[in-house]
Nanobody, 124 residues
Framework: QVQLVESGGGLVQAGGSLRLSCAASGRTFNPAYMGWFLQAPGKEREFVASIDWSGGGTFYADAVKGRFTISRDNAKNTVDLQMNSLKPEDTAVYYC?????????????????WGQGTQVTVSS
């Protein structure tokens, strides 16, 4: 069974930066995609970024393109999200997730394993 643990959330002023990390453990770990999602109070979980685990291709929500960068270390089973030029509207709980198969990497319902989430708060 895969375990995912996020870290790196916190408080930051608008325009600042934050780096989130996700560490995976388990007997076997070979997902199709690793992704980051956010969830604001009263809202549905939504896609932020994803990375093809084997090929390394990256995908981003329009709202974060040019500001956020997703990366992975296959040897360490980790995935990071570098967040720059943060805005108050980025405030949310951020979740790390693993998707075992398929092409629909933007849909949270298709991911198989999830971390507990980490709070990101951006002040104005």
């Amino acid at each position: 069974q895969v375990q995912l643990v996020e870290s790196g959330g916190g408080l930051v002023q608008a325009g600042g930066s934050l780096r989130l990390s996700c560490a995976a453990s388990g007997r076997t770990f070979n997902p199709a995609y690793m992704g980051w999602f956010l969830q604001a109070p009263g809202k549905e979980r939504e896609f932020v970024a994803s990375i093809d685990w084997s090929g390394g291709g990256t995908f981003y929500a329009d709202a974060v393109k040019g500001r956020f960068t997703i990366s992975r270390d296959n040897a360490k089973n980790t995935v990071d999200l570098q967040m720059n030029s943060l805005k108050p509207e980025d405030t949310a709980v951020y979740y790390c997730a693993a998707k075992n198969s398929g092409l629909y990497y933007r849909n949270f319902r298709t991911y198989d394993d999830w971390g507990q989430g980490t709070q990101v708060t951006v002040s104005s």
